[in-house]
Every structure is written in structure tokens, then in C-alpha cells.
């Protein structure tokens, strides 16, 4: 089962996109505002949100789940 939560990516156009947990490598302050996700190696993704409402909806959700069994 995998675990996502949806972030807003600014635009334009905005958008809300769902990240999956298992591929986060880190988190951290974006450059101007909000944050940004490294996903591999050379991978990283602004979002709108701050870096403690996305650590916190890391720990906590709401998670959006998938059930492949």
C-alpha cells in the first residue's frame, strides 16, 4: 500500500498533485516562499506550502492510500 498527500505546485497554472511518501528524500525551505522536495538525485520540486505544514502533513496526513492487494 502506498501513501501520498496532495501539495500544491505554483503555477501558473497552480495545480495540486499527489507525492508519493516513499519516494521523499528531503524536505526543505524553498528559495522565495513555501517549500521544496527532493526526489532523487538531482530531483527537486518546488510547492507551496511551508516546510512545517508539509513535515506535519508527512506525520500526519490526510493521506490519500492505495491498495494494490
Known amino acids: 500500500m502506498a501513501d501520498f498527500i496532495v501539495l500544491k505546485r505554483p503555477g501558473p497554472p497552480a495545480r495540486e498533485v499527489l507525492v508519493n511518501l516513499d519516494q521523499i528524500l528531503m524536505v526543505q525551505p524553498g528559495q522565495n516562499s513555501g517549500s521544496a522536495i527532493l526526489f ?10 511551508d516546510l512545517p505544514t508539509v513535515i506535519r502533513r508527512i506525520q500526519a496526513g490526510p493521506y490519500v492510500r492505495t491498495d494494490h492487494g
Open 40 to 49: 532523487g538525485k538531482d530531483h527537486l520540486v518546488n510547492f507551496e506550502e
